[in-house]
Every structure is written in structure tokens, then in C-alpha cells.
């Protein structure tokens, strides 16, 4: 049995589960092969207060500092956030609050074997100095931003590369992801790309009439999901709905570009045919991939996007910008459109496209079920057995 240190920010958590929680899906799956045991390490941002006055920080002074999900047991220790200024100090910071609580995990009798590190900053840069600090070897994942935008920034471009070169062992999870880490000066031999799965037991056909029912949806309806940023292109999406009339947006994620896009729609005349759902849960999803007609990502940057995969495992096809792993994930006609120009004209056609014509749901499903999740587990276990018997070797052990 490899005992392994799940560290990361990105991981849900009581007040915040859906934060992460790709990795939290990748981590039971490993879990459930019966060969790796872990316990999860997931910082949060310290915070004294839990008004609601102060938004999102308030939020984090409530996360508990200890929980257990799906079995898994989670410590959150608490690490100082300067916002704004503080990027080139947060793994420093990531690092000694993580050092102080897995110092105590250890005294109190906790041992492991391997560092399982997910986004390389600030989290993978601060576990390769906790796997210095603590003798263990350190696995870090690329999952997305970590890779294609924040080496733009000197300071953590250089952390960056001097952990992935430290690490013991590369994920990324798609092979678009490889070029940054080999820009760095990495050895593209050393990077294992793993792409991850769906969870085609969740994620499924249901009865479609009842589902729009459910949801209200009477007319054409795209989805859009996602945080409410700039990247996500939601204000693409909605100038695209705007041209096409009869169609209906639906909108689910939350941000701070709330406000704007709320402005944007009534601004456009289309106020009435787009809908802000909010941050839903999980539970959700599978009925509204099920009731949409076709699922939109506008994306202008993304690793590998689990939420295409859903919808395809749903049945429903999708539209997407060919941005970095996008591309991996939609890869046949069944699966959906790439949009290779991110204008609202480009994303109109290719909607317009998906409604007139659209993929068998049954094909799209078919698809998406060549996307499990065993093949990455094995993957995982196999670096994981590779690293400890090097390092074992390294040290002259049998």
C-alpha cells in the first residue's frame, strides 16, 4: 500500500464544495483501487472574520480545520494571503504554514510515503520544499492556469521551473500542458501526461423531458458553466444567444463579473433569455446537462475542461474554443464543435450549427465513455511504484 500527502488549495471543502473538487474525483478513484492511502492537506487562506461584509474571505474563516469527505480525511491549516501584492511571497507562506501542520500530523504518528502535489503555484512550488524539509519525494500536477499563465510572471516563472525540476514526478493533465513545463527547460521524457476521467455512473442520460420540466426550459437552450470571470467568455456567449433569437441561455457559476454580465444581457435586449442559475451543486449538474441542448465553453485558456466531458456523458454535445487541452477533449463529431475564433460571430454559427444538426445523444454518450477513469489510476499508481523504487534503490534499500 503506497500512503501518499494530498497537498493542495484547490480542494473542497464544507462551505466551499465544489472548489476543486476535479481533484477531490481523481483522488477517490485512485483511493478506490484499494493500492494508495492518503490523507488530504488543503490550505486555506487565513482570515479573522466570518461577516459576511468581507465576501469571500469571510467564507474561509469558516472552513473547519479538520474534516472528513467521502472518506478521506482533510486537515486545512491556515496561511497567510496578501492579495493583489503577495503573489511572489505565497508559496514561501504556503510552505511554512503546511511545514507547522505536518510536523504535528507527524508527531502525533501520521507517516507517508509520497507527496501527491495538484497546481504547481503556488502548491507544487511549496511541496517540493516540504518534500526537501521532510525526505520524501514529490509528485506535482499541471492542471491548467498554473501552466499557461502565471509563468508569464517572472518571479513565479522562475519558482516554477526550479520545482518542476526538483519534483520527482510530472503530471499534466493533457499534452498540451507538457509545452510550458519543457519551455522551462524540462525533459519532455520526465512529464506523464494523464488526462483526467468522468464519472460515467453520476454523469448520464435521463429521462430529457422531465429534466427541462424541472428547469423550466420550454424553448432552445444553450449552458454555460463556469466562475464568472473574464476568462470563461460568458460575455461571448451571451453577445452569440443575442443574435439568435428564440434561443435561451442558461448560465451557471458565480463571480465577479456577475454584475457586468447581468448589465451586458439587459443591454442587448436579451435579459428575459438569459438566466443566472448561481453556483450549483453537483447534485445538479447531471440534470442540467440533461435539459440543455447544447453546452458552451468560451474559454480563452483551460488545461483539460471536466465540464465537456459531463455534458457529453449526459448525452449532450458541446461547443468550445480550441484553447490548449480543449482540443484533447473534443475530438470527434459526436463530441461537439471546436470554435477556432473566439467572437461571438464564430460562437453563433457553430451554436446555430449544434441546434439545427445535432449529434445522436446516444453517440455523444458512447464518446464520453472512452474517458474512464482507469486508465489515469493506473497511471498514477505506476509513477507513484516507479518513484519509490528509485528512491529506495537511490538509498541502497532491497
Known amino acids: ?5 494530498t497537498f493542495t488549495t484547490l480542494f473542497p471543502n464544507a462551505i466551499q464544495p465544489t472548489h476543486g473538487v476535479f481533484v477531490e474525483t481523481r483522488l477517490q478513484r485512485l483511493v478506490r483501487s484499494g493500492k494508495v492511502a492518503t490523507r488530504v492537506m488543503a490550505p486555506i487562506p487565513w482570515f479573522p472574520f466570518k461577516a459576511p461584509m468581507f465576501g469571500t474571505y469571510a467564507r474561509y474563516a469558516a472552513v ?61 512550488v511549496a511541496a517540493v520544499w516540504l518534500g526537501r524539509h521532510f525526505g520524501k519525494p514529490v509528485v506535482v500536477t499541471g492542471r491548467g492556469s498554473d501552466l499557461t499563465f502565471i509563468p508569464r510572471l517572472p518571479t513565479p516563472r522562475r519558482l516554477i521551473g526550479e520545482a518542476a525540476q526538483a519534483a520527482d514526478g510530472l503530471i499534466t493533465v493533457c499534452a498540451a500542458l507538457r509545452d510550458p513545463l519543457v519551455e522551462l527547460g524540462v525533459p519532455g521524457e ?26 423550466g ?30 434561443v435561451d441561455l442558461v448560465i451557471a457559476g458565480d463571480g465577479p463579473e456577475e454584475g457586468r454580465l447581468r448589465a451586458l444581457a439587459a443591454e442587448l435586449g436579451v435579459g428575459d433569455r438569459v438566466r443566472f442559475l448561481g453556483r450549483r451543486p453537483q447534485s445538479d449538474l447531471p440534470g442540467l446537462y440533461n435539459a440543455a441542448d447544447v453546452m458552451i465553453l468560451a474559454s480563452s485558456r483551460e488545461g483539460w475542461a471536466n465540464v465537456l466531458l459531463e455534458s457529453m456523458a449526459c448525452g449532450t454535445s458541446v461547443v468550445a474554443s480550441a484553447v490548449w487541452g480543449t482540443p484533447e477533449v473534443v475530438a470527434a463529431p459526436e ?35 472512452g474517458f474512464s477513469w482507469d486508465d489515469t489510476t493506473a497511471g498514477q499508481i505506476r509513477l507513484f511504484e516507479e518513484i519509490l523504487q528509485r528512491r529506495s534503490g537511490a538509498s541502497g534499500h532491497v
Do not use: C
Not at 500500500?1 to 500527502?5: K, Q
Not at 432552445?220 to 439568435?244: F, Q, W, Y
Open 217 to 246: 426550459l420550454s424553448r432552445p437552450t444553450v449552458l454555460s458553466i463556469g466562475n464568472l470571470v473574464e476568462l470563461k467568455g460568458h460575455d461571448l456567449v451571451i453577445r452569440a444567444v443575442a443574435s439568435m433569437p428564440g
Open 64 to 124: 473547519p480545520t479538520e474534516e472528513t469527505r467521502g472518506g478521506l480525511q482533510v486537515v486545512h491549516p491556515r496561511y497567510v494571503v496578501i492579495p493583489r501584492f503577495g503573489t511572489n511571497l505565497s508559496p514561501r507562506l504556503l510552505f511554512h504554514a503546511a511545514r507547522r501542520e505536518l510536523t504535528r500530523m507527524i508527531a502525533a504518528g501520521f507517516d507517508f510515503d509520497l507527496i501527491d502535489a495538484h497546481y504547481f503555484y503556488p502548491d507544487g
Open 190 to 215: 520526465r512529464i506523464t501526461v494523464l488526462r483526467n476521467g468522468v464519472d460515467l455512473e453520476f454523469f448520464r442520460p435521463l429521462d430529457r423531458d422531465e429534466q427541462r420540466r424541472a428547469w
Open 335 to 369: 463530441a461537439g464543435e471546436l470554435v477556432p475564433e473566439r467572437t461571438p460571430e464564430a460562437f453563433a454559427a457553430a451554436l446555430r450549427r449544434a441546434l439545427a444538426q445535432p449529434p445522436d445523444r446516444a453517440a455523444t454518450r458512447r464518446y464520453a465513455e
Open 1 to 5: 500500500m503506497i500512503r501518499t500527502l
